[in-house]
């Protein structure tokens, strides 16, 4: 009477009661490791010397893996050092089935997570023709998958619903995790586009239309709560008031 790949809904359950059936076979929760890179970070409730930043990506992601169902494990902000972040990443990978990071997978002089996990493992792919998020990386350390998110606060939120989000539903049995988008209306021009396909910040207005976040860059966080969702626009296009673009709400991203 329910099909397997199914995420259990109150009225999924109640229809197994209805037939007698007292237990039903189910995954497990993913145990997700979360830690964050840059001695730039500081936690809220801390004073905020010139030159640094509050780990605000460390409540967005936490509050997604919770959304997602996971057993989160939480490492805390880690040195800009490769010793220190190849330690964090070898206990992580002996506690958890998912490792995710933000921050440290580009290429300057502070970014150690990809040199740390291609010391403690693989690193499969790395950076990915998407805006906001170009510094993706994937891998595997021990039995851990291994995903590094940038460390820009909108570039970690959208990467982590467009990459991290089906890659968890996917492990917990999840048959069909892509998310579900409707055509809508656009009430804006975006007359630039970037080569890259890009996810762009927009929100339902009274006249059934899409409005733009008036910046789209991805250190405004303010743009994702201000949002209803995301706009997924293929490279190089452009978007004129009253095109019919590929949206995909909130509602859909965090199911």
Do not use: H
């Amino acid at each position: 009477i329910l099909p397997a790949g199914k995420r259990l809904l109150p009225q999924d359950t109640g229809l197994a009661a209805s037939v007698g059936i007292a237990a039903l076979p189910v995954f497990r929760k993913v145990k997700l490791g979360l830690f964050f890179t840059g001695d730039e970070l500081v936690m809220p409730g801390e004073a905020l010397p010139p030159g640094r930043i509050y780990n605000s990506n460390r409540f967005t992601l936490r509050g997604l893996g919770e959304v997602f169902g996971c057993e989160l494990s939480d490492y805390g902000i880690v040195p800009d050092s490769l010793d220190a972040t190849r330690a964090v990443l070898r206990k992580a990978a002996a506690e958890c089935d998912v490792i995710v990071t933000s921050g440290g997978v580009s290429v300057g002089d502070a970014d150690f997570v990809k040199p740390a996990v291609e010391a403690e493992g693989e690193l499969l792919m790395w950076k990915i023709a998407m805006k906001p998020g170009r510094p993706l990386a994937f891998g595997k350390v021990g039995r851990a998958a291994f995903i590094g998110l940038p460390g820009n606060p909108v570039s970690s939120f959208v990467t982590f619903l467009i990459f991290v989000r089906p890659f968890l539903l996917k492990a917990q049995g999840i048959a069909d995790p892509a998310p579900k988008a409707i055509a809508a209306r656009a009430d804006f021009d975006w007359l630039q586009p970037d080569a890259r396909r890009e996810f762009l910040r927009v929100k339902w207005n009274a006249q059934g239309g899409l409005d733009l976040y008036p910046t789209q860059d991805s250190a405004v966080l303010t743009s994702t709560a201000w949002a209803d969702g995301l706009v997924d626009n293929p490279a190089a296009q452009a978007i004129r008031k009253g095109d019919s673009v590929r949206f995909l709400p909130y509602s859909e991203l965090y199911r």
